[in-house]
């Protein structure tokens, strides 16, 4: 509910943070086309962040839509999806959006939550 009150709620920049989070697969695959219709109608300018592969896997998302944030040693990295050549590769290989971009932002090391505490 809270998600529909926000994207109806006005004309300014909406941040979105994982809009995914405890909705059903199935209603995740349709947020960016909900979206894209919100902003059409309404000029909003909206940006929201995800780890959904359910999300990314929309085939109207283009490569200029998204941005990577990655952590480096001088603070977080951010590149454009259309500009790796890696990513459009992947794309022209066959692999989705999320197929090729969420591996680039899995945090290294997360193995490391698995180990014991003796």
């Known amino acids: ?3 529909l009150w926000s994207v109806t709620g006005g004309s300014g920049p909406l941040l979105l943070e994982e809009p995914e989070l405890s909705l059903h697969p199935e209603v995740v ?5 909900m979206l894209a219709r919100v902003q059409r ?9 995800t780890h959904s592969s ?5 085939e ?26 890696e990513v459009k590769a992947l794309l022209e290989g066959g692999a989705n959006l999320a ?3 969420l591996p680039r932002t899995r945090p290294a090391n997360a193995q490391q939550l ?5």
């Open 60 to 85: 109207g998302i283009g490569l200029d839509e998204v941005l990577l944030l990655t952590p480096s040693t001088e603070g977080t990295k951010v590149e454009l999806a259309g500009s790796l050549t």
């Open 54 to 58: 359910d999300l990314l896997k929309d």
């Open 29 to 33: 695959q349709h947020i960016a086309q």
């Open 114 to 118: 698995i180990f014991k505490l003796d």
């Open 99 to 101: 197929e090729a971009v």
């Open 41 to 49: 109608r309404l000029g909003a300018q909206i940006m929201l962040s």
């Open 1 to 3: 509910m809270g998600l």
